[in-house]
Nanobody, 118 residues
Framework: QVQLVESGGGLVQPGGSLRLSCAVS????????VRWYRQAPEKEREWVAA????????TYADSVKVRFTISRDNVNNSVYLQMNNLKPEATAVYYC???????????WGKGTLVTVSS
């Protein structure tokens, strides 16, 4: 059974930082591209960042470049999203998504809520 479990969300003040985690099980993790998405209230879900590997490759939405960093741990089957200098517009539910290369199957976690507010 495939499971993606996000954690690390919470309330943070503008300018603060959070580190989200996504624990992946039930798939060949090293052959998976893992992406973070977010969905703000009353808005559509949007892609935030992606990581593949090996070989390691990362990509980011323009809105989060420089401030967000995605990384992966192929030993612990986890992906992380380090979010720095957070802005109120980053308030959203953040979802982890995994696609195993060649399978065409997308798997989703249930999300973790990030609230940026003073």
């Amino acid at each position: 059974q495939v499971q993606l479990v996000e954690s690390g969300g919470g309330l943070v003040q503008p300018g603060g930082s959070l580190r989200l985690s996504c624990a992946v099980s039930g798939v060949t993790f090293s052959r998976s591209i893992v992406r973070w998405y977010r969905q703000a209230p009353e808005k559509e879900r949007e892609w935030v960042a992606a990581i593949s590997g090996p070989p390691l490759k990362t990509t980011y939405a323009d809105s989060v470049k420089v401030r967000f960093t995605i990384s992966r741990d192929n030993v612990n089957n986890s992906v992380y999203l380090q979010m720095n200098n957070l802005k109120p517009e980053a308030t959203a539910v953040y979802y982890c998504n995994a696609v195993v290369l060649g399978s065409g199957m997308h798997y989703w976690g249930k999300g973790t809520l990030v609230t940026v507010s003073s």
